[in-house]
């Protein structure tokens, strides 16, 4: 019996190794790095590799998902969380903090052009893992973070939830679009919501009365404090969505490229609309800033509103103290034609909240106005 001899066994020639991600054309590879769109996957993909951190800057559809709002003082002092709920918006001094970048983003530095505390004094900030830092994470502003993407015209920013502490069971749901000022804005309200199932469970009988006002607003609306609930409603989320707009200025002075930015929230609370033409209005006009906090001075308005005492939806849920209110200034008309057709009132939200906003339109309507804060 003769051994196996590994000398006498053919070897094949070595070939040589090839990356086949060099094939992938980069119209590919943009493709999908625009479906990822999240800045922080984006940030770890420039690390991959030379051809990667050239391309990502090329990406035209960025999200930028926040992970916590803190206060100025909050990088200094321990705050109670309840106290940071109570300043919420109002205090027009927040920082956006994006936590949970991992370590990959530090290589990546350059491409980042991140500056060590360049926050300042309040505004918009990204943090970012740093091991020379004692608590483990840098501030930075998403303008630093955002400044070397070349070609955004997609934009979206989260916030990981809304500004507006409103209490459990009540809905408030807003829509502003902004040039160098509001444009518009759409506000729905409800004091309770009635789930289905909740209806179910109480056999159906919620004291249902849709029909029967002939749309009128009763007279207990006024004297339970109803009315000035609204008013309350309708100036915080002008104060929200105004403060938002003025956050944004740096970012759309860096990116003349950009067609739309959404600047909205994980609850779904508020949502902050720009589109081309008015991206381009605000910056050959300036906004007029508040100067009582850091937020875009609101204009003169005109408004309507619209109220069921409970409003049942074709999906089974109740909004008990349904109200609707559509907001633009002074300057523009606001036509009852306009509002009747619902080009832009009924088309704010997603369903079922749209469905509401057809039913309420179709109610008795008030005309309310308010002064510019």
């Not at 993909?45 to 050239?54: I, N, P, T």
């Not at 559809?61 to 709002?69: G, Q, T």
């Not at 849920?317 to 606001?334: D, H, N, R, S």
């Amino acid at each position: 019996m003769s051994s196996f001899d590994v000398s006498n066994k053919i070897w094949p020639f070595p070939l040589l190794e090839i990356d086949h991600f060099d094939r992938i054309p980069d119209s590919l590879l943009l493709f999908v790095f625009n479906k990822i769109g999240d800045v922080k996957a984006l940030g770890r993909c420039c690390v991959v590799s030379r051809r990667f951190h050239c391309l990502v800057p090329q990406v035209d559809s960025v999200i930028v998902r926040v992970d916590c709002v803190v206060s100025d003082d909050d990088t200094n002092t321990s705050i109670s969380s309840s106290e940071k709920t109570t300043r919420g918006v109002f205090s027009s001094f927040v920082k956006l903090v994006f936590n949970g970048i991992v370590k990959p983003f530090q290589a990546v530095g350059q491409f980042l052009a991140t500056k060590k505390g360049g926050n300042g004094g309040g505004g918009l900030g990204l943090g970012l893992e740093d091991e020379n830092d004692h608590n483990g994470v840098t501030h930075h502003s998403p303008t630093q973070v955002l400044k070397h993407f070349n070609e955004i015209r997609n934009l979206r920013i989260e916030l990981p939830s809304g500004e507006l502490g409103i209490e459990d069971g009540v809905l408030l749901k807003w829509r502003a679009d902004f040039g160098s000022t509001l444009d518009n804005c759409v506000i729905l309200g409800a004091s309770s919501v009635v789930n289905p199932g909740a209806l179910v469970e109480a056999g159906g009988d919620v004291g249902l009365n849709n029909g029967d006002d002939n749309g009128s607003i009763p007279d207990t609306f006024y004297t339970s404090g109803g009315l000035k609930l609204r008013v309350v409603w309708t100036i915080s989320s002008l104060i929200a969505a105004s403060a938002r707009h003025y956050l944004l200025q740096p970012i759309i002075a860096d990116h003349h490229t950009l067609d739309n930015l959404v600047l909205t929230d994980a609850d779904g609370q508020g949502v902050l609309c720009m589109n081309r033409d008015q991206l381009d209005e605000l910056r050959v006009k300036p906004l007029s800033a508040s100067t009582a906090s850091k937020r875009t001075l609101v204009p003169a308005l005109n408004m309507r509103l619209w109220y069921s005492p409970q409003l049942e939806l074709p999906n089974g849920m109740i909004l008990k103290g349904a109200t609707l209110v559509a907001i633009k200034p002074c300057e523009q008309a606001l036509g009852k034609k306009e509002v009747s057709d619902g080009s832009w009132v009924s088309t704010a939200f997603e369903e079922p909240y749209n469905t509401a906003v057809k039913l309420l339109i179709k109610r008795r309507t008030y005309c309310l106005e308010m002064n510019s804060f």
